[in-house]
């Protein structure tokens, strides 16, 4: 079993900057793609960025553009997030997501294997 624990999420103010973190743990796993997802309350779940692990491709979702970065590191099986100039309607719960199977199917719209807990990002205003 493949575990997916992601941390770096808090209480920030609008403007400020966060790092979220997730790391793979559990059975050897070779990653093809991981993501990052969030949801608010009374909303769908949506992507938010995800990255190819073997070309190093990338995915944005028009609300993450030019704010955020999804970034991997190879050796440790882990995808971070950085978020810069968070606003209040980024505040949800932040998932990461890894699938290990290859596919032709478009980041945007890929299919994941395994997810983690979530971690909760809050921005004020």
């Known amino acids: 079993q493949v575990q997916l624990v992601e941390s770096g999420g808090g209480l920030v103010q609008a403007g400020d900057s966060l790092r979220l973190s997730c790391a793979a743990s559990g059975r050897p796993f070779s990653s093809y793609a991981m993501g990052w997802f969030r949801q608010a309350p009374g909303r769908e779940r949506e992507v938010v960025a995800a990255?190819?692990?073997?070309?190093?491709?990338?995915y944005y979702a028009d609300s993450a553009k030019g704010r955020f970065i999804i970034s991997r590191d190879n050796a440790k099986i882990a995808v971070y997030l950085q978020m810069n100039s968070l606003k209040p309607e980024d505040t949800a719960v932040y998932y990461c997501?890894?699938?290990?199977?290859?596919?032709?199917?478009?980041?945007?719209?890929?299919?994941?294997?395994?997810w983690g807990q979530g971690t909760q990002v809050t921005v004020s205003s």
């Open positions: 990255i190819r692990w073997n070309t190093g491709t990338t």
């Open positions: 997501a890894a699938r290990e199977r290859a596919t032709t199917v478009a980041l945007s719209r890929m299919p994941y294997d395994y």
